[in-house]
């Protein structure tokens, strides 16, 4: 398998990306305790140096997917509950040819961020998905919530709610801009973002990739004092680049620790998607 000559990524991170990618989808081979191949083998199979293949090994081992034994190889890593980043597993999930993304959170400029790298190789041509759909749930800005709030006293401040709400917007739109367009140019077959709010206060975030991937985080509360209108205003507020997400895959089985959270996590998510969300008015 010859790395691609257009990507501008080092070769370690293209091998990297190749070997996350059988892990996270678990191609055969390449499922929880397999062995991988040796680094000879592995080097002949993509065409590079063995000293490249240690790097991409050295990738894995950092993102917890590997663990290498002393004079036996490496291994996948069983999968728990454990902090993870999110990129590397949104990129595996357009390796599929139907993505689905449900996201719960606070204004989804995280997600926003971490699509862009995805969604530029769906534009190149190096990712090739079907279809892409987005379910975004966010809280509704346009009453009173536990957060933003001001710090004296903890009133509801109307500034703070628009400033959130202006936020949403604008990188929700940002997604559905990025994503809706890829059907517009022909890219994919189909791709849709839909976007509902519900009056809940999001204090965590939840992202479910594919109905097989959940990552759940809890958002941390920091003190801030932004001008607004020229007034300060000093207030509490959700961080959400602060938020440590741990990782639930689906096993090969219902039974199985991962698959029970995903499944309950889906259902929740749908839950509250089809009974107490309604759509965002602009």
């Given at each position: 398998m010859a790395l691609d000559p257009d990507d501008s990524r080092p070769p370690y991170q293209q091998v990297g990306s190749s070997?996350?990618?059988?892990?996270?989808?678990?191609?055969?081979?390449?499922?929880?305790?397999?062995?991988?191949?040796?680094?000879?083998?592995?080097?002949?199979?993509?065409?590079?140096?063995r000293g490249t293949v240690d790097k991409a090994?050295?990738?894995?081992?950092?993102?917890?997917?590997?663990v290498?034994?002393?004079?036996?190889?490496?291994?996948?890593?069983?999968?728990t509950s454990r902090p993870v980043g999110l990129r590397p597993h949104l990129e595996a999930a357009f390796e599929q040819q139907q993505v689905t993304l449900d996201f719960a959170?606070?204004?989804?400029?995280?997600?926003?961020?971490?699509?862009?790298?995805?969604l530029d190789k769906v534009r190149s041509g190096r990712l090739a998905p079907e279809s892409i759909t987005v379910r975004l749930l966010l809280p509704d800005t346009t009453a009173p919530m536990a957060v933003p709030v001001l710090v004296d006293g903890l009133q509801d401040e109307a500034a703070l709610r628009q400033r959130a709400r202006n936020i949403a917007l604008t990188n929700a739109g940002g997604i559905a801009?990025?994503?809706?367009?890829?059907?517009?140019?022909?890219?994919?077959?189909?791709?849709?973002?839909?976007?509902?709010?519900?009056?809940?206060s999001s204090l965590f975030k939840l992202y479910i990739l594919n109905r097989?991937?959940?990552?759940?985080?809890?958002?941390?509360?920091?003190?801030?004092?932004?001008?607004?209108d020229d007034t300060d205003h000093t207030?509490?507020?959700?961080?959400?680049?602060?938020?440590?997400?741990?990782?639930?895959?689906a096993g090969p089985d219902d039974a199985s620790l991962g698959s029970q959270y995903?499944?309950?996590?889906?259902?929740?998510?749908?839950?509250?998607?089809?009974?107490?969300?309604?759509?965002?008015?602009?």
């Open positions: 070997l996350r990618a059988s892990i996270l989808t678990k191609k055969p081979g390449f499922e929880t305790g397999d062995k991988l191949p040796s680094g000879p083998e592995l080097a002949k199979h993509f065409g590079v140096a090994l050295d990738l894995l081992r950092t993102e917890g997917l590997i290498t034994r002393q004079g036996s190889g490496s291994f996948v890593r069983e999968r959170c606070f204004s989804s400029e995280t997600l926003h961020n971490a699509l862009q790298e995805p801009h990025s994503v809706e367009m890829l059907a517009e140019l022909g890219l994919v077959q189909k791709a849709s973002v839909q976007v509902k709010v519900h009056r809940a097989q991937e959940a990552f759940f985080g809890f958002y941390p509360l920091r003190e801030r004092t932004v001008a607004i207030f509490y507020d959700v961080t959400g680049k602060d938020t440590t997400l741990f990782h639930h895959a995903v499944q309950q996590a889906q259902m929740w998510f749908d839950s509250v998607w089809s009974t107490i969300a309604y759509e965002r008015q602009s």
